[in-house]
């Protein structure tokens, strides 16, 4: 009985590992492959532009200077928003596969304790 524990122990070591891995690397690939990042830089960077351009549109009463004021802060705010959530998943990916990862190391050890001690 005891090698049967150490058997499905062992298999599902395996396979939090195999999440484990797999979490943490949606994680990076959101994280630092520039996702989130370049989301962040665009929302911020047509953020910048629309407040130019709105404050450029009310000092000279320019209308299509508020317009494009106004359509880079719709953009900025977007951006941001979606680089936000990205970096939120990005964070919960990585959460999840480090636990993923300490739960596979932890039946694998248990399982290979069962299959020593069961002889």
Do not use: A
């Not at 690939?29 to 450029?56: E, R, S, T």
């Not at 508020?66 to 936000?84: E, K």
């Amino acid at each position: 009985m005891r090698r049967l524990f150490g058997i499905w122990y062992l298999v599902f070591g395996i396979w939090y590992l195999v999440f484990g891995i797999w979490y943490l690397v949606f994680g990076i690939w959101y994280l630092v492959f520039g996702i989130c990042i370049w989301y962040l830089v665009f929302g911020i960077w047509y953020l910048v532009f629309g407040i130019w351009y709105l404050v450029f549109g009310i000092w000279y009463l320019g209308i299509w200077y508020l317009v494009f004021g106004i359509w880079y802060l719709v953009f900025g705010i977007w951006y941001l928003v979606f680089g936000i959530w990205y970096l939120v998943f990005g964070i919960w990916y990585l959460v999840f596969g480090i636990w993923y990862l300490v739960f596979g190391i932890w039946y694998l050890v248990f399982g290979i304790w069962y299959l020593v001690f069961s002889i």
